[in-house]
C-alpha cells in the first residue's frame, strides 16, 4: 500500500475513533444509523490478536461501530482489488493491520 493510500486509510480510521471517543465522552452510545450501510454482513477480527495499540484500537473501533465503517467507502482501492463492500470490510481480516 503506497503513502498517500496509508495516510488517506489512517485519517479515515481516526474519524471514526473520533466518533467513538465523543459518544463516549457524552457518556451515552452514537446513533445508530443504518441508512447508508453498503452490506458487509462479516464479523471483524478480535483487536486482543493484535499486539500493536494503534492496530488493536483501529479493530476495536470496527467492532463496536460496524454500522459507521460499513457506511464509508474504502479508498484504498479494496473494492476492486479485494471485492470489499466498505471500510468494514478490511476489518474482517487482517488487511486494516497492514
Known amino acids: 500500500m503506497n503513502k498517500k493510500i496509508l495516510s488517506?486509510?489512517?485519517?479515515?480510521?481516526?474519524?471514526?475513533?473520533?466518533?467513538?471517543?465523543?459518544?463516549?465522552?457524552?457518556?451515552r452510545p452514537a446513533a445508530k444509523d443504518e441508512s447508508l450501510r453498503r452490506g458487509e454482513a462479516r464479523a471483524t477480527?478480535?483487536?486482543d490478536l493484535f499486539k500493536d495499540p494503534r492496530v488493536k484500537s483501529a479493530y476495536q473501533a470496527?467492532?463496536?461501530v460496524p454500522w459507521l465503517l460499513d457506511s464509508i467507502?474504502?479508498?484504498?482501492?479494496?473494492?476492486?482489488?479485494?471485492h470489499h463492500k466498505s471500510l468494514l470490510s478490511c476489518y474482517?481480516?487482517?488487511?486494516a493491520a497492514g
Request: glycine share 0%; proline share 2%; with cysteine.
Open 8 to 27: 488517506l486509510f489512517v485519517v479515515i480510521l481516526y474519524l471514526a475513533l473520533f466518533v467513538i471517543s465523543a459518544a463516549a465522552q457524552q457518556q
Open 45 to 47: 477480527l478480535d483487536p
Open 62 to 64: 470496527a467492532r463496536e
Open 92 to 95: 474482517v481480516d487482517d488487511h
Open 73 to 82: 467507502m474504502c479508498y484504498c482501492f479494496c473494492e476492486e482489488s479485494f
